[in-house]
């Protein structure tokens, strides 16, 4: 594990795991760290070297003097180069792959754009960003969105109610409800939500422009979905996913929560 000093950003917190010599930056989903894709370990841990990045207002990444208003602006998307920039310092340039899932992928999508003829693989997970998700676009860009956003971030009781009736209307499963809840029973964490979302508003892939690269540089991709995912299923990404026709396809009986011991099984007896 080490940090890298993003210019602009602050330190970015990384753990290292994999008993692969190909090189993997990793971004994980919320509320985890940069040790999620551990449980991988007899698939993809085989055959990369893991490099997971927490994301800021998790694990051990802090941001440099940042005001609440700068958070709220959102991260400009041209600072996520200094991921690659600063690791290329530090371990020198070289072609590497990509992982991500969740709210993490929007992270490695923007790096496809501006690396592409650098990656070999790239794996994404119930991946956010290959299509627009309106429960973010309305709390994250529209006024009332952001106002209720911001409302239920400061009330005790209004993000449990929030959440609760989500999975009353089958929105989310339970599983996502436990997930969800758990991040939201204290002030510090809801405001961590708040920061997290607010602070990657920015960096909205262009998918169309992902899938021409991937075919262009002819990078390996892989995409693994959850049969019962009712944040970024599959059918939200047939767009892309017809787009790229060399993509490996898979949609795993699992819901959201993908990441996990089942996936490793899933993916070792594909081998």
């Not at 930056?25 to 085989?46: C, D, P």
């Not at 180069?81 to 490695?108: C, D, H, P, T």
């Not at 991946?127 to 676009?137: C, H, N, R």
């Not at 995409?223 to 299923?233: E, R, S, V, Y």
Request: glycine share 8%.
């Amino acid at each position: 594990m080490g940090f890298l000093d993003l210019p602009g950003l602050g330190k970015a917190h990384y753990h290292e795991y994999g008993k692969g010599s190909k090189p993997m930056l990793a971004f994980h989903g919320y509320g985890m760290t940069g040790k999620q894709f551990h449980v991988l370990e007899r698939s993809i841990l085989q055959k990369y070297h893991v490099y997971g990045f927490d994301h800021f207002f998790h694990g051990e990444s802090k941001l440099a003097g940042w005001t609440e208003e700068q958070i709220l602006a959102g991260m400009p998307r041209e600072m996520v180069r200094g991921y690659v920039e600063e690791w290329f310092a530090k371990y020198g340039k070289q072609r590497f792959s990509l992982m991500g899932y969740s709210i993490g992928a929007n992270i490695v999508l923007v790096l496809i754009e501006e690396y592409g003829d650098m990656i070999d693989d790239v794996i994404l997970m119930a991946p956010d960003g290959l299509s627009v998700y309106k429960g973010f676009e309305i709390l994250l860009h529209k006024r009332y969105g952001r106002y209720f956003f911001r409302t239920v971030t400061k009330s005790k009781w209004l993000a449990p109610s929030v959440i609760r009736t989500l999975k009353k209307v089958g929105f989310i499963d339970q599983s996502l409800y436990n997930i969800a809840y758990n991040e939201i029973d204290t002030e510090q964490k809801r405001q961590d939500v708040y920061y997290t979302l607010n602070l990657i508003r920015l960096l909205k892939p262009n998918a169309r422009k992902v899938a021409e690269l991937i075919g262009r540089y002819n990078i390996n991709c892989r995409l693994i979905f959850g049969k019962d995912d009712n944040l970024f299923p599959k059918s939200a990404a047939a767009a892309f996913i017809e787009s790229v026709p060399t993509a490996n396809v898979h949609e795993v009986a699992l819901g959201h929560w993908l990441v996990v011991k089942e996936l490793d099984e899933y993916l070792v007896n594909l081998q």
